[in-house]
């Protein structure tokens, strides 16, 4: 077998029995395979069989191509010409050409086919808004790539950009939207909107290919016009997964090792779950550690005929720096094994939300939303920074969200249709070492809208204009494929946050990138310019003033968001433990889950600069200290409780009211316990004597007593006063004295003669008793 060659710093990627892997050969040019040995990345060479007509033209088309990147096109990463033979590098598209896989196929289900034409419009509308730069044969420089079990991409990865001697002929907006009216007719007619039916593939390969050859610059408004009609024949909803027939092959896995020789190689170390593949990640496996139990994603590195010792010198690398306690926001490799020539990594699975899986969901986040990310991301580029890794490629699909719930956690599912605002707090880690996925070229790559900056000409790839590249697709701004974004409100606050991202990506241009904080400080006095210009809202009944924000501090790891604000009661609308977001199937051109209702928040840069003003920079607030000193943000359905029943309330409170009603009165000195009943004396009255003259009797020197009522409806005898004019007193007889009225003793003998006696004188003596 011979040696790799070698073309400047890309090696040549070469099949098993060593030939050259050759992706085109025609009269115009061959396009071969090879990586990048300083990105750690798979490229195509374009190498042109004709020498440059118009050397000026050929360099002006592929720095526009560069200046003006699409997440649809393949990124142009150098040109030039090499000992008088033109040539361009693109990024690798991981999947097979439209043509050949249209050609191997009989039939094709309608829904796929009306997928298909769509994704080639948007993709060819996006090509031709930067210029002429549609191939000749359009079915063969664009390749389809499976993203999911129900979608497919079909992307650019090859470029007109010479000038043929005849000219490429001009679009005529006539010829196309007659080609364009047999398309939509024909995917009509054969019931392409029904789910079930299937569509003879050549016809829809001819009408395809006859589209987009008459495509052009000046007929993109008829182009969206017949990509808005497409999307519109779509089946709004979708179940199962594309037939085994029909899907598109991937580019690199005929020259991987198969899933039996991988599984062989792990056999005492990793027993492998399943088989299945993930079409977002199809070259990993799901597996679980012999000694630890913990699970992983299993990998297989490529061998050195197809790649370099350097992405196994990448991996030993990042399995020492992981594994360190103070790279908390790297994923940790957890194994990298060599068996039978087949060298495998094992990767830690993040239990978190990755922000591709997010901008799914969501399609765009709001300025406030992004700020946090780009925050809370910092941190983690910092430590990427300081390991000195190899790492110059980072995807919306490496950085993830970790929020304390495991992925298959419902709770985690509600968390991606509400605010980031409104999320109790989060982590962000990155993974560090080069994957197949990643050097293969699927998923999101910011750095496909940067223009090529100088090599050496800065010390971090992760700069303030690869955050900008990254806020255009957290905004909308430029959305990741197959997620169509429509903004409302807050449109002069965006616009303001645009110029800001452009004027950091020009500097990408000019070789002079801002740092991070730089950039950050910027946005961040946009949002504190836009939140304090809007009107406060009113406290709502019951609610509390808003905290006060701490006092600015060094930015932490952990980025919790808290809403200065009493928590409002919100509706669910399923239970906890069913998925609402996931029951049903999902739809054919929108995103995944509908976004929940929008909530009255408090504005962030409000909170985060209201004791702010200096003109310097502002430093990252103290996160941990505004979590723990603010109410809890959780919205209630995903707050756990134990309800207490009522009764239970009541008693306590009862209980507690008696208790301490009883220590007061103690304390008073009027409690019951401590009050003392003294007998009162009892008069005596002569037999058949009265009350009343009882107390006449009585000398006026000593007090009358008190006459004791036996039934208590009696009331007690009053004692009467000695009149002036002389009383006449006299017995009343028996039957006139009412029984029960008093009480009369029997008195002593000599009572009579000491009664006479204390009568006043000429008073008529008393009768006899």
Partial sequence: MSEPSLFRHYQIVQDADGNNVELVRNSEQVA??????????????????????????????????????????????????????????????????????LARLQDIPGWLAIMIATRAMETAVALCERGEFLSESPLDGLRIVQTAPQAVQVLAADYHVIETPSGKKRALKTSFEKQAKFLRTFLVEQGGTLPDHALAVADFAELLGACLSSAGVGVIAAM?????????????QLSGEIPTAQKPRALLAPLLAGYQDVARGLVNLVRIQSQRLDMANPYSMRGTLTKTGRSVLIEQVPPARISHTRVKEADDAAFKITKQRDNPSLITLALVNESEDITCLAEEIAEGISLAELMRERHCLEVQEAYLVLAGLDTALTQLDKSTLPTNKLRLEDIFLLTGFAREDSRSTKLLV???????AFNI????????????????????????????????????????????FLLGFEPPLGIHVETTGGARERETVARLLDDEIAKVAETKPAQRSDFLARYARIIQHYDLAKPSEPVRAGGTEPAVSPGLKSRPQTVPVSKAQ??????????????????????????????????????????????????????????????ANAPPTLPAHLIVREEVPIWLKAAVFLSGSMVIGAMCAHLSGSALWQKKHTPAPVEATAPGQSASAAAVAKPASAPAPKAIAVEPNVPKAIPVPVPTPPLEVTAPPESSVPRGSGVSLTLPSGATNQLRDQLPAGSPPAPPP
């Fill in 566 to 627: 009493a928590p409002v009661k919100r509706e669910v609308s399923a239970p906890l433990g069913i998925d609402s977001s996931r029951s049903s199937p999902v739809a054919l051109t929108s995103g995944g889950a509908a976004r929940g209702g929008d909530e009255p928040t408090i504005g962030f840069a409000e909170l985060l600069f209201r004791n702010g003003g200096e003109p310097s920079p502002p430093e990252a607030p103290d996160w941990a200290l505004a979590a």
């Fill in 429 to 472: 880690i990155v993974r560090a070492h080069p994957t197949l996925a990643s050097m293969s070229g699927r998923g999101t790559d910011p750095a496909v809208l940067l223009p090529p900056g100088r090599d050496g000409a800065t010390a971090t790839a992760w700069h303030g204009g690869w955050l900008a590249a990254l806020c255009k």
């Fill in 32 to 101: 071969v395979l090879a990586f990048d040995l300083e990105r750690l990345e798979y490229v195509h060479c374009h190498v042109l069989l004709e020498p440059l007509a118009n050397r000026a033209a050929f360099e002006e088309s592929c720095k526009l191509l560069q200046k003006r990147g699409h997440p649809a096109l393949a990124r142009m990463i150098e040109f030039g010409e090499d000992e008088g033979n033109p040539f361009y590098i693109t990024s690798n598209v991981d999947g097979e050409a439209l043509r050949p896989y």
């Fill in 224 to 236: 969206r016009e017949l990509r808005t009609s497409l999307q519109k024949l779509a089946p709004a």
């Fill in 418 to 424: 509400s605010k980031l605002n409104e999320w109790p």
